[in-house]
């Protein structure tokens, strides 16, 4: 039978293991962060164009195939009922 004693320096160990065990990081979840923001960096031309944008609009481009683009861009997209339509996904091209 354990006494109080003993019960109390087990609550303490457990408690202790449990708080640990929650405080540290792992390396994975470390180096996880690093390469996010590795990638990030890496998809940014130039950092400073957030900061300074170029007043001179964007010169070139076909303007009927921007027209086209940009009307398909307005008129796509899901409507609300379409949502809860089932996905059926074909492997292997075989007939049903």
């Known amino acids: 039978m354990m006494n109080t004693k003993n019960m109390a320096v087990l609550a303490l160990v ?3 293991m449990t ?3 929650c405080a540290s990081s792992s390396r994975t979840e470390i180096e996880y962060g690093k390469a996010v923001k590795q990638v990030t960096a890496a998809q940014v031309y130039d950092p400073s164009a957030a900061a300074n944008p170029d007043p001179a609009a964007v010169l070139g ?8 683009s940009l009307e398909g861009y307005r008129k796509e997209g899901t409507s609300p009922s379409s949502v809860g339509d089932p996905i059926t996904v ?3 091209g075989g007939k049903n």
């Open 90 to 92: 074909n492997i292997g």
């Open 61 to 68: 481009g076909d303007p009927d195939r921007l027209n086209n």
């Open 19 to 21: 708080a640990v065990g």
């Open 14 to 16: 457990a408690s202790m």
